[in-house]
C-alpha cells in the first residue's frame, strides 16, 4: 500500500507541476500577438488534455482495489510515459 501511495504522490506532484506550467503559458499567450496567440492556444489546448487524461489516469489508481492495482500498475506505468512524453512535447513547442 505504502507503495501505491508513493506513487499516487507522485503523479499529483507531476500534475500540479504542469497545472503551473500551463499557468505560466497562459500568461505568455495573453501578452502573445495575435498570430502567436493562436499558436499558444493551440499548445495549451494539448497541454490541458494531456492534463486530464493524467489526471483521469491519476484517479483510476486511486480508486483501484489493492489486487487490481497491482495488475494495473505496469499498464498505468506505460500509459503515465506517453502522457508525460505529450506533455512534454506540447510544451516544447511553446
Not at 495488475?71 to 510515459?81: C, I, L, P
Amino acid at each position: 500500500m505504502a507503495d501505491r501511495q508513493a506513487y499516487i504522490d507522485k503523479v499529483k506532484a507531476n500534475i500540479d507541476e504542469w497545472n503551473a506550467e500551463i499557468d505560466k503559458m497562459q500568461a505568455r499567450a495573453r501578452e502573445a500577438e495575435a498570430d502567436a496567440r493562436i499558436r499558444y492556444d493551440a499548445q495549451l489546448k494539448e497541454m490541458r488534455e494531456q492534463r486530464d487524461r493524467a489526471e483521469e489516469k491519476l484517479r483510476e489508481v486511486r480508486d483501484a482495489g489493492e489486487k487490481a492495482w497491482d495488475d494495473m500498475q505496469k499498464s498505468f506505468t506505460s500509459a503515465w510515459d506517453s502522457i508525460a512524453e505529450g506533455f512534454r512535447n506540447a510544451a516544447k513547442r511553446f
